[in-house]
């Protein structure tokens, strides 16, 4: 709940994000819920929270977290004054709604870090230690849900309308390729990071720069999507949307990058948990051993009356 709480407190102290819960079409707002609630569910599926949970577990875990998320999105805007007992239906669902999306992303992005914690829990409790590597469309959701979560605190703001509006062509290519660059030298820190050699088939994304061009597309794709729910797409032309679809993606790119530098994390503590198993399974082997030699060391030493007797 913290974690979710930290990640969506931008949102809460947004003023466009209070208006946006009135204006936005419901079905808008359904549409954001349900990619978030696939995202949550992903997320939760990559945690790895318990050694071994079906489809029912973790779609009741999703729901938990989505549920707690909708539950501190209204108590926090009830204590900022936002919304009241006179304050209409409509206006406290939409904006509960769209608070509700970062704090439960911020409630899985903190569930996915502290489930590899290993130094509490039951063995049962605890993730799988195996630390097999995330496939290519793991790798992709994560990116997405990092991306939506960047960019739904920039998105409703009328600054990405106006930098790419206002931004020239060669402006708008700066942007793209520093977007790019910056994902692809994460890329690569994430693979140098890791330090574990991928399998070769790991789908079409599975060199560092194939994977860095469709995290950049999904970054876009978050980017328009988030345009167009917000009401940035109505009405205008073409140009009016590349160009704030491409500034808003520098902010989406960022949370996929951080996304990817997520797995990594992961991949690490898992490793360490392995080290830590291994470890501890070879002093036990050790102590076993020693203690073999130990008494086969007294069965074969003679007793003091019978080395006097042989005498």
């Not at 209070?18 to 599926?45: C, D, H, P």
């Not at 539950?71 to 204590?79: E, G, Q």
């Amino acid at each position: 709940m913290l974690g979710g709480l930290l990640i969506g407190l931008p949102l809460l102290f947004t003023q466009e994000t209070w208006n946006a819960g009135f204006l936005l079409s419901g079905w808008k707002i359904l549409v954001l819920l349900g990619i978030t609630s696939a995202v949550v569910v992903g997320y939760n599926s990559l945690s790895g929270f318990r050694r071994e949970r079906n489809t029912t577990e973790l779609l009741i875990d999703s729901i938990e977290a989505i549920g707690l998320a909708i539950v501190v999105a209204l108590v926090a805007l009830f204590v900022l004054g936002r919304i009241n007992v006179s304050t209409d239906p409509r206006q406290v669902a939409g904006t509960v709604a769209l608070e509700a999306i970062a704090i439960s992303i911020g409630i899985s992005v903190a569930s996915t870090q502290f489930a590899g914690d290993g130094s509490q829990g039951s063995d049962d409790d605890r993730g799988s230690p195996s630390g097999a590597p995330v496939g290519s469309f793991g790798r992709l959701l994560v990116a997405a849900g990092g991306a939506l979560l960047f960019a739904l605190n920039v998105a409703p703001t009328e600054e990405p309308l106006l930098l790419g509006v206002e931004a020239d062509w060669w402006l708008l290519l700066l942007a793209m390729a520093a977007s790019f660059l910056i994902n692809l030298s994460i890329v690569f820190y994430a693979e140098f990071r890791g330090g574990r050699a991928r399998p070769p088939a790991d789908g079409p994304i599975s060199g560092p720069l194939t994977e860095t061009l469709a995290t950049y597309a999904v970054s876009l794709l978050v980017s328009l999507l988030l345009l167009w729910a917000f009401g940035r797409t109505d009405g205008v032309s073409l140009r009016a949307i590349i160009g704030p679809m491409i500034m808003l993606g520098v902010v989406a790119s960022f949370g996929a990058a951080a996304g990817r530098l997520l797995i990594v994390s992961g991949n690490d503590e898992r490793d360490e948990s392995d080290e830590g198993g291994g470890g501890a399974a070879g002093a036990e082997d050790g102590r076993g051993t020693g203690r073999k030699k130990r008494g086969r060391g007294k069965r074969t030493s003679p007793a003091p009356g019978t080395a006097g007797a042989g005498a």
